[in-house]
């Protein structure tokens, strides 16, 4: 009988691929979520149709990813704070939001009016 043994170079091999962050998570937990919203709910995509939303009030969270130029970003948060609602920094660019959103073009912000089966308004709200 031969017993095998591992030796360190495997068992670190092995703990490298199990190994994600916290972010990633994150970051596949809301990617997760808005494709729900995507498929099930309603969203506005873009800038201009998201301050249309915020200013009618039927917004129920608004999404900017992460390179929004700071003044865009400051009217928008201006106007969610107004229509008294959560605003969530998306961890990726305008590319990275779109292909989170099953779209081929980038998204700089985003209005959800109607979540549909996705908790993402409660889940970002803690």
């Known amino acids: 009988m031969v017993a095998t043994t591992k ?15 916290k972010k990633t998570k994150a970051l596949e937990s809301i ?3 808005l ?3 995507m498929k099930t709910g309603k969203a506005a995509l873009g800038v201009k149709s ?6 009618k009030g039927s917004a129920q969270l608004i999404i900017i990813a992460n390179n929004t ?8 948060e201006y106007y ?3 229509a008294k609602c959560g605003v969530h ?6 590319t990275e939001l779109g292909s989170a959103c099953g779209k081929y ?7 959800i009016t109607d979540a549909g089966d996705s908790d993402i308004v409660r889940s970002t709200e803690a």
């Open 7 to 21: 030796t360190e170079k495997d068992t670190k091999k092995e703990g490298a691929s199990k190994v994600v962050t």
């Open 80 to 82: 969610a704070m107004l």
């Open 89 to 94: 920094n998306y961890n990726g660019d305008n």
């Open 105 to 111: 073009f980038g998204i700089g912000c985003m209005a």
């Open 31 to 33: 990617n997760g979520r």
């Open 69 to 76: 130029p700071p003044l865009r970003r400051t009217e928008i």
């Open 50 to 55: 998201s301050i249309v939303t915020l200013r």
């Open 35 to 37: 494709a729900m919203v």
